[in-house]
């Protein structure tokens, strides 16, 4: 798989049927290893080891309702009260940011309320701060660090 531009974690890998799977530490259980797959992992590992989120705030892949319409995200970090603290859009290193991208994580949070957002493809990353009272965002450096 191709090299991201997070620092290298360690994951664990094993071959069945001629694929490759990657074990998920969220999910727990090995999964198909795609290139949107190998940046999601690389999140959950970046979420974990360098901004402190504790596994059980963490989760991933999972179904929403938009307009009546079943989508699925990547990966939500929780408040501590439930609450969405983090909404992420992973993409494979082969596909550009583009605004059809923000749009998709912007229409997902108008379900979620995220305070901040991010979207990535593993080798550019984006994040921003929402602002619901003035309906608007702020683009930022990175994303907060965890605070007890």
Same mark, same amino acid.
């Given at each position: ?54 596994? /059980?705030?963490?989760? %991933?892949?999972?179904? *929403?309702?938009?307009?009546?319409? !079943?989508?699925?995200?990547?990966v939500v970090v929780f408040k501590s009260d439930g609450s969405i603290a983090i909404l992420i859009e992973c993409k494979a290193p082969e596909i550009e940011i583009s605004q059809t991208t923000f749009d998709q994580i912007a ?7 995220? /305070?901040?957002?991010? %979207?990535?493809?593993? *080798?550019?990353?984006?994040?921003? !701060? ?19």
């Amino acid at each position: 798989m191709q090299k991201l531009n997070f620092i290298p974690y360690n994951f664990r890998f094993k071959n069945s049927e001629n694929k490759i799977y990657i074990f998920d530490i969220i999910r727990k259980k090995f999964v198909v290893l795609q290139p949107e797959e190998w940046v999601r992992q690389h999140v959950v590992h970046h979420l974990i080891h360098q901004k402190k989120y504790p596994k /059980s705030l963490i989760n %991933v892949e999972k179904q *929403l309702l938009v307009n009546n319409l !079943k989508k699925r995200y990547d990966v939500v970090v929780f408040k501590s009260d439930g609450s969405i603290a983090i909404l992420i859009e992973c993409k494979a290193p082969e596909i550009e940011i583009s605004q059809t991208t923000f749009d998709q994580i912007a229409t997902y949070n108008m379900q979620l309320d995220a /305070s901040f957002l991010m %979207v990535t493809n593993g *080798l550019h990353h984006f994040y921003c !701060k929402i602002n619901s009272a003035d309906n608007n965002y702020v683009f930022l450096h990175d994303i907060p660090d965890f605070n007890r």
